[in-house]
């Protein structure tokens, strides 16, 4: 079965700066894909990044990008230029390709604090 | 677009009684919806994946009497937390896939449910 992992359970960054939250996953699947989603105190989740495995280059969203490590099972997020409304729980996610198997196997989240 | 709405936000009931919480797809067609539940300060843990005019699948552990889930429609899936007890208070988040094509699945999530029973 497919595992998702974040090691760092909180993490703060100042205002401003750069962060990057950690996420390693296990599959022995080639085809899959990865998502970081944010949930800030709203609960709402809300959809930062996606990557495709069978991509080589790296995902970007605005001052959101991701460091896709395939063969070290590795996709870390990093927020540049930190504002104050990225403060939230930041979720890894697994999907496995194709099938019909639509299921996310989240990790345990990362709070992020943002220092003013 | 790819708006997920769920209702209610936020409901109390007493214990014994019944809840219906509804997920509907704005803006696109989902024939795959899925049921979490989010106790405090951890993950979201899968309930059911809702199949649009098929019984939903059940994740283990998860009874199917108390939790009864009805995908009518290709965008409205229902969760009923049937004779409710106290143990059953939670946050319930529902999520709606969307096919954007060559295998790219992604799943769009309403603001959650906070359910009180007292």
């Known amino acids: 079965a497919q595992t998702v992992t974040q090691s760092q359970p909180e993490m703060s960054v100042q205002e401003a700066e750069t962060v990057t939250l950690s996420c390693t996953y296990d599959?022995?699947?080639?085809?899959?894909?990865l998502f970081w989603y944010k949930q800030p105190p709203s609960r709402q989740m809300i959809l930062v990044i996606r990557q495709e495995a069978y991509k080589q280059q790296n995902a970007t969203e605005n001052r959101f990008s991701v460091n896709f490590q395939k063969a070290a099972k590795s996709f870390s997020l990093k927020i540049s230029d930190s504002q104050l409304g990225d403060a939230a729980m930041y979720f890894c996610?697994?999907?496995?390709?194709?099938?019909?198997?639509?299921?996310?196997?989240f990790g345990k989240g990362t709070l992020l604090t943002v220092n003013p | 677009g790819a708006v997920v709405s769920q209702h209610p936000s936020r409901v109390i009931c007493k214990s014994g009684t019944s809840v219906k919480i509804e997920c509907r797809s704005l803006?696109?067609?989902?024939?795959?919806m899925f049921w979490y539940r989010q106790f405090p300060k951890q993950s979201l843990m899968l309930m059911a994946t809702s199949n649009e005019g098929s019984k939903a699948t059940y994740e283990q552990g998860v009874e199917k009497d108390k939790f009864l889930i009805n995908h009518a429609s290709l965008t409205l899936s229902t969760l009923t937390v049937t004779s409710a007890h106290p143990e059953d208070s939670s946050f319930y988040i529902c999520?709606?896939?969307?096919?954007w094509g060559q295998g790219l699945n992604i799943q769009y999530f309403g603001a959650g449910t906070r359910l009180s029973v007292l």
């Open positions: 996610a697994y999907k496995a390709s194709g099938g019909s198997n639509y299921k996310l196997t």
């Open positions: 803006d696109f067609q989902a024939t795959t």
């Open positions: 599959t022995s699947e080639s085809d899959y894909y």
């Open positions: 999520s709606a896939r969307l096919n």
